[in-house]
């Protein structure tokens, strides 16, 4: 049986890219996800007659975006609702709000699994219960794919980087030329900077952080 969809008019999803005034700062954030219709794979326990309304935000370990396309659905007895969304680059994981009510309040979501550790686009809906309660969805963009902020001195981009290759395969790919990072002394080396490497000028060195101490790499 086909499920019924309603579908809404969706809140941007266009990343939106800063300029560096008046607060100095530059970014770029992360994309809502946009849902795709919702599919039955199975039995399930969601009541039937009833209407859920669903949107997806991402995360980026930081913040997160606003919710992307709005869906609703007439639910079926005894059937699971399979979300799907595309996936959004630099994400480390979703939200998947809904809302039982009209006009929607979206007061509640669940997270999204993992996979060997990459977050998983898609969702399947069994119950209403058990979720997170929240205040509702953001009402603005806190997730970025890109930042760099002067006054904090910090940036991050999310994804992968390349240095000679426009199809990086790691987190930071150098493909061509040479990769140094290198210092005349050493910092505090600390659970927080673990597995940090540099190579000391002054003694010829390479060193790697092993949580509490420099640890020479032979």
Known sequence: MAIPVLAFAARTATPLVSNLFPNSQLYVNLPAPVL??????????????GTLYF???????????????QLGTTTIGSSAL????????????????????TPQAF???FAATSTSGAPNAYYTFTS????????????????????????TGAGWFMGKFGLGTSSPAVALDVASGTLRA?????????????????????????????????????
């Not at 795709?36 to 007659?49: C, F, K, V, Y």
């Not at 600390?190 to 101490?213: P, S």
């Open 36 to 49: 795709s219709l919702p599919t039955a794979p199975g039995s399930g326990s969601i009541t039937a007659g």
């Open 182 to 218: 290198y210092s005349v002394s050493t910092t505090t080396c600390n659970a927080v900077i673990d597995g940090a490497i540099f190579y000391n000028a002054t003694d010829k060195h390479l060193y790697v952080c092993e949580a509490t101490i420099w640890q020479i790499i032979k």
């Open 55 to 69: 949107e997806v935000t991402a995360l980026d370990g930081q913040g997160e975006t606003i919710g992307g396309n």
């Open 82 to 101: 399979q979300l799907t969304w595309g996936a959004v680059q630099g994400a480390t994981g979703y939200r998947v709000y809904f809302s039982t009510s």
């Open 107 to 109: 007061l509640q979501y």
């Open 128 to 151: 209403t219960t058990t979720p997170t309660y929240v205040s509702g969805l953001p009402a603005s963009n806190t997730a970025y794919s890109f930042n760099a902020n002067q006054s």
